[in-house]
């Protein structure tokens, strides 16, 4: 078995091997030290440039809220432009093309409200956002009564979300709008199934004043 001697000798040649590489090939060490240090500080300042940036589009979104909250609607979808256009690889970007429907529709501008919704539901990459935009742009059309365009939204969020938090009140406006377009076979169906799907909660109990209706009428 090789002596301790042996083993020291041995680590002794190898560095001696790698000492007379490197100073044989110095500039070309050099070279790639200075290349690796370069990468670095690249990797460092897009790191820095994005987060920058981020923070950048987070307070345009801000800026874009407080107008909105204080009522100047031309404002906000002034920030909102400028996240459009400098900013769309954040998540703020998301954000605030929602937001730009959220605004239409307080004003009661719903038409214009579904136009933004349908827009965000294609261009929204964090993709827990679609329900939300799928709804309120349901919600737009339930507003402007074209049930023939809000029932069938109503019931696409239902197959692709059945245990989101607002299935319970897409069921409720799927029913509403199935009654004001006079389809009251489908709209008892669906109180009866919230009923189901839903019990002991406040969706069931609205349906079964809902309902109530229906009975009344059965009784004459």
Avoid: C
């Avoid at 041995?10 to 370069?38: A, D, F, M, P, Y």
């Amino acid at each position: 078995m090789p002596d301790s001697t042996w083993i020291k000798t041995e680590e002794e040649n190898q560095k001696n091997k790698i000492s007379t590489w490197i100073k044989q090939n110095r500039n070309t060490v050099l070279s790639t030290i200075g290349i690796i240090i370069i990468i670095a500080i690249i990797v460092v300042m897009i790191f820095v440039n994005l987060s920058k940036n981020k923070e950048t589009a987070e307070k345009y979104l801000f800026m874009a809220k407080q107008y909105y909250a204080s009522g100047n609607i031309d404002k906000a979808i002034e920030q909102i432009e400028i996240i459009e256009k400098n900013f769309s690889r954040y998540p703020s970007y998301d954000f605030a093309i929602l937001l730009r429907g959220d605004m239409y529709y307080s004003i009661g501008n719903f038409a214009k409200a579904i136009e933004e919704y349908e827009r965000a539901i294609s261009k929204l990459k964090n993709k827990d956002l679609i329900p939300f935009a799928l709804y309120s742009a349901s919600k737009s059309y339930q507003a402007l009564k074209n049930y023939d365009k809000a029932i069938p939204m109503f019931k696409d969020f239902i197959t692709k979300y059945p245990d989101h938090y607002l299935t319970p009140d897409v069921y409720s406006s799927l029913a509403l709008s199935y009654e004001n377009k006079g389809e009251k076979d489908l709209a008892k169906e669906t109180f009866q199934k919230i009923i189901v799907l839903y019990p002991q909660t406040t969706w069931e109990a609205l349906s079964k004043e809902a309902l109530k209706k229906y009975e009344t009428k059965n009784k004459k």
